[in-house]
């Protein structure tokens, strides 16, 4: 509806599958886009939010969506940020850390360094929040103060307010715009 001509690359089953019924199936892909044959030069934007972190080889997915861009082409992407003062404060406890999920962690610094040797020119840095549904805060309020999570809890549960979401911005997440050098 905005103009754009859009495609879809997810890692996730699940996510891809919500994706497809909800847009247009013939272009959501399941899988990297190592694996998705698309033609060099066929976009002017690309976006990744929280996804690099993802990644299997962060520095060849940079790559392939270096050769996808037409020459003015633009990519954006959202991820935790490792230089953040939340994550000096909470450290080991920060709500960045993904065990099971996160294969890589980014600074701004070093993201921007990869972008660079990937072909990229940093062109904006900012710092994003996100949506957090209130049971997910809740869930990571317990690793800093279980009571306080417990009463949370109870009171959310016993008021409906458990599927409530809300902007939150900690500054820990950093958004990157580049372009192609």
Same mark, same amino acid.
């Given at each position: 509806?905005?103009?754009?001509d ?15 019924? $909800? ?41 392939? #969506?270096?050769?996808l ?71 990571r ?9 417990? #009463?949370? $809890?109870f ?7 458990? $599927? ?18």
């Open positions: 509806s905005k103009g754009f859009a495609y879809g690359v997810e890692i996730s089953e699940y996510a891809s599958r919500i994706a497809k019924n $909800n847009l247009s199936p013939e272009k959501i892909f399941n899988g990297t886009l190592a694996q998705v044959k698309l033609p060099d030069n066929s976009f002017g934007l690309i976006t990744m939010w929280d996804c690099i972190e993802h990644i299997a080889d962060p520095e060849g997915e940079l790559s392939k #969506i270096y050769d861009l037409c020459g003015d082409g633009l990519l954006v992407l959202t991820t935790p940020n490792t230089s953040s003062l939340a994550h000096k404060i909470f450290k080991q406890k920060w709500m960045g850390y993904k065990d099971k999920e996160h294969l890589y962690y980014f600074s701004d610094k070093n993201l921007s360094l990869l972008l660079k040797i990937a072909g990229f020119k940093v062109i904006k840095k900012e710092r994003v929040g996100k949506f957090i549904p209130l049971s997910v805060f809740l869930q309020l317990s690793l800093y103060s279980g009571p306080a999570a417990k #009463i949370m $809890n009171l959310t549960e016993k008021t409906g307010l458990n $599927n409530l979401s809300f902007y939150v911005n900690p500054w820990d997440i950093v958004c990157i715009y580049a372009k192609k050098i």
